[in-house]
């Protein structure tokens, strides 16, 4: 599943653009999140930026991890309960880390806009490269541990995780 965003200028000229490939639990929401990192890992310390998405899910995301966190909330808890945590705990890690000024807006998908269109074809463009960006476990520093499921990081609601799981093998048998 491709990733994808573009930089515009004034004339609505695309003057930088990025792809990757999410390879591991691919989701509608984790691409977007996917593209969010991406963008982010290219901007300079103390920026303010706007960061448009067709996602909704993917701000709430953010913003709700971020809210649950700064409020004082048990991190393994809220780890624990979400869905793409790896992701979108480094995208705060990095806004953090780079004293970023980071504003999401929400745009509607498949509109015409052309930031939003063209991330979308550089998107699709990837699924045929294939380019992944990894996340590396030293960029999660509010975990304590990692639940792996056959090689790979369980980045999914651990319970709801567990009991797809446990219906998969009753069907089974």
């Known amino acids: 599943m491709g990733t994808g965003w573009v930089i ?12 990757s490939s ?25 920026q303010r930026v706007n960061i448009f998405t067709d996602s909704q899910a993917a ?6 991890t971020r809210i649950n966190l700064t ?19 480094s995208i705060i890690n990095f806004v953090d880390s780079k004293h970023l ?11 015409g806009i052309k930031g939003n269109e063209e991330a979308d074809r550089v998107a699709k463009n990837d699924t045929e490269r294939l380019t992944c ?14 639940i792996y499921w056959d090689g790979k990081r ?5 319970r709801k995780f567990i009991d797809n799981i446990c219906e998969s093998v009753l069907e089974v048998a």
Not at 59 to 64: F, K, P, Q, V
Not at 71 to 89: A, D, F, L
Not at 133 to 146: F, G
């Open 59 to 64: 701000i709430d995301s953010i913003n709700h």
């Open 101 to 111: 000024e980071l504003k999401l807006t929400k745009v509607k998908g498949h509109s």
């Open 8 to 19: 515009l200028n004034d004339k609505e000229e695309v003057i930088l653009e990025c792809s």
């Open 154 to 158: 369980v980045d999914r609601h651990i």
């Open 133 to 146: 960006i990894t996340i590396n476990d030293s960029q999660q520093k509010d975990l304590k541990y990692d």
């Open 71 to 89: 409020n004082g909330k048990n991190k393994i808890r809220v780890w624990c309960k979400s869905n793409n945590h790896s992701i979108v705990s």
């Open 22 to 46: 999410i390879t591991e639990w691919p989701s509608f929401t984790r691409a977007e999140l996917g593209a969010i990192l991406s963008a982010i890992l290219v901007l300079q310390t103390r």
